[in-house]
């Protein structure tokens, strides 16, 4: 309780104002110093274009001059006298007021490109490094191609590259800060956490044990590109839209099993291509080897991407209604042409080699080729789906229904009911109990409710007892719609606190 708190502010929360103000003045009970700002206005879109002046205990926020009507809110965290952030939410209308917007992504289109460049390089270095390393220790195992494998070292270096500047990237883009922030530790840390930190990990992990079997013998070399491609499964496995449908006993495996098939595929491209330039002796050899580990590889590939696609798509419409189906639609056509160009590989091209016609060489690599741009096509595309909710995820925006949320904790279970239950303005009933479902009296009781992405600051409201032995808060104020995070913290008496969190979606 030692840090900043808000005093006051100019327009005040809750304030409904004739015309849009050109600032708002926030005074906080000791000097502090201006951290991060962010203003969605009443069309729910989030306005960057903040300029904050300390003036000692109080902090000047220039606003933009096209607010529209309604309820604006400002996110605000400042840096305490004692070097701790501290953050909160201000609201106030312009015109009248609003009962709150449906949330809308920040414009960033640099940010955006520069997430799906870097996932596309990553991926692309990933899935050729990794599955090449695969086909020179187990396809093509007869043949020592250092010099191909430099290469391969190099690319998988790049690589290694890409997923750590990826960490940075996914760290702008959790805290909506600009590129100079990549210079901050904390930017990093952010990009690390949850899940993402540890596919990072796993793909690093499998960049560098591929790297490891084009340095070692033989058998070292067979066992490490193995456990390089596991590794590369299970760090796509481990996170992303994919992986977090349900089910997931179903999903996870199947994630592991496309993007494993997928590299053993695309990683013998460039090397059947610089036996076919090069002239080399075992390219026949090598097609052969390759054909066959096909057949085992391609069709459980489809099948998984079969199934993957329908968890994350559900109804034929969403295929060319939202985003994520144009991509996926696309990719089906590019899949498509990549399979008619390997079934001509097999079929036609291959026995012309094994027949040793004068142009077969020629007519292959030109084919390889072709696989080669598809591939990098398909990978380009499945990198937009970074950017890209699924169908799946859009429809489980879908309001809940009943405006009440039970939280059941160890030493405290508490039942809120919000009315009406939507984005604006909410009355909360809170109906608290003992973990043995006796009454529960605290000497205070306090709400807390934020974003569940973190996209603006968590506020909180004070509780005061009702005659029914519950506890009520008035002007709830949801801003924005999507899932938010509620906190229920009761302070029992001076050295016990409990504290209990669930969430909730609220829509228009």
Not at 432 to 447: A, K, N, Q, S, Y
Request: proline share 6%; net charge neutral; with cysteine.
């Amino acid at each position: 309780m030692a840090h900043a708190s808000l005093v006051s502010s100019d327009p005040s929360d809750g304030a409904v104002l004739r015309a849009a103000p050109g600032e708002i003045t926030l005074r906080f009970n000791e000097p502090v110093s201006p951290l991060v700002f962010k203003l969605i206005d009443a069309k729910g879109v989030a306005r960057p274009d903040l300029a904050a002046m300390s003036r000692g205990e109080a902090v000047e926020i220039r606003l933009p001059p096209d607010l529209p009507v309604g309820t604006q809110t400002l996110s605000y965290r400042v840096i305490s006298a004692d070097g701790h952030p501290v953050g909160g939410v201000v609201a106030f209308s312009v015109g009248m007021p609003g009962g709150g917007t449906s949330a809308v992504a920040p414009e960033n289109s640099a940010l955006a490109m520069a997430i799906w460049a870097v996932r596309a390089i990553m991926l692309g270095a990933m899935f050729a490094g990794v599955g090449g390393a695969f086909f020179l220790g187990w396809i093509a195992r007869d043949v020592a191609d250092r010099r191909f494998a430099r290469g391969l070292r190099a690319l998988l270096g790049v690589g290694v590259a890409a997923i750590a500047l990826s960490i940075g990237l996914q760290g702008l883009d959790m805290t909506d800060l600009g590129a100079a922030a990549l210079t901050s530790a904390s930017i990093w840390i952010a990009g690390a956490s949850g899940s993402f930190g540890a596919s990072a990990a796993l793909a690093i992990a499998a960049c560098l044990l591929a790297m490891g079997s084009l340095l070692s013998s033989a058998a070292w070399s067979r066992l490490l590109s193995a456990l390089a491609l596991a590794g590369l499964g299970a760090a796509f496995a481990a996170t992303g839209h994919a992986s977090a449908a349900p089910p997931q006993w179903a999903t996870r495996p199947a994630v592991f099993l496309h993007v494993v098939a997928a590299a053993v595929w695309i990683g013998a491209l460039a090397p059947l291509a610089s036996r076919a330039s090069a002239g080399a002796p075992d390219l026949l050899a090598a097609l052969r080897r390759f054909s066959a580990v096909a057949l085992w590889v391609v069709p459980p590939q489809l099948c998984a991407g079969l199934l993957l696609a329908f968890a994350q798509v559900g109804a034929l419409d969403a295929l060319w209604l939202t985003a994520y189906g144009e991509i996926l639609s696309a990719k089906l056509v590019a899949v498509a042409l990549l399979l008619g160009l390997a079934t001509l590989n097999w079929i036609v091209l291959t026995p012309a080699v094994a027949r040793g016609g004068p142009d077969a060489r020629r007519w292959i690599l030109r084919s390889i080729a072709g696989e080669i741009a598809v591939a990098a096509m398909i990978l380009m595309l499945v990198s937009g789906w970074r950017l890209t909710p699924p169908p799946r995820a859009l429809a489980a925006r879908t309001p809940p229904g009943p405006s009440m949320l039970h939280i059941h904790g160890e030493r405290m279970m508490a039942t809120l009911t919000f009315s009406p239950g939507r984005v604006g303005r909410n009355r909360v009933h809170i109906d608290l109990l003992t973990g043995d479902f006796t009454p529960m009296i605290p000497r205070e009781l306090t709400l807390s409710l934020g974003p569940a992405d973190r996209s603006i600051e968590a506020r909180a409201y004070p509780a005061r007892p009702v005659g029914d032995g519950g506890y009520d808060i008035e002007g709830v104020f949801v801003p924005i719609s999507g899932v938010w995070t509620i906190e229920v913290s009761a302070l029992i008496d001076d050295f016990t606190k409990s504290e209990l969190s669930g969430e909730r979606e609220f829509a228009n």
